[in-house]
């Protein structure tokens, strides 16, 4: 069974955002937290919520199935960043001119699944 939650639209740039998803790849989600709380970047902080979901859209699932999941056996089985809508922008410049600004935006994908013995 894989559970996994997906964030839409988190304002930052895909390419920060996935320094930090390779962190947590193929980790239990215990270790994974715990990386997540001493990471520097902020992207750490939507990866983690994410994170978290996915583990809770886990213990949800093994509910309605009747069965019991041990968040300790849980790994990360899939973590990947997708590009999201870009915002386009303008910034103002000398002479009365302006250059376009390209805000971009994320979509994180967790997915967690018990470990298999």
């Keep these: 069974m894989e559970a ?3 964030a839409k639209h ?7 955002v996935r320094l930090v998803v ?5 980790r239990s989600v215990n270790e994974a937290i715990a990386v997540l709380r001493f ?8 990866v983690t919520k ?3 979901s996915a583990v809770a859209n886990a213990q949800d699932l093994a509910d309605r199935d009747g069965e019991s999941v041990d968040v300790d056996e849980l790994v990360v ?12 922008r303008w910034r103002a410049r000398a002479m009365g001119r ?3 600004r390209r805000r971009r935006t994320s979509h994180i994908t967790v997915a967690v699944k018990a470990k298999e013995n």
Excluded: N, W, Y
Excluded at 22 to 26: C, E, H, P, V
Excluded at 39 to 46: C, E, H, L, M, T
């Design 77 to 88: 089985s899939r973590a990947f960043v997708d590009e999201g809508p870009t915002l386009k």
């Design 4 to 6: 996994r939650a997906i």
């Design 50 to 52: 994410t994170l978290q």
């Design 98 to 100: 302006a250059t376009p």
């Design 22 to 26: 390779d962190l947590i790849r193929g």
């Design 10 to 16: 988190i304002r930052m740039s895909p390419r920060k």
């Design 39 to 46: 990471s520097k970047k902020a992207a750490a902080v939507p």
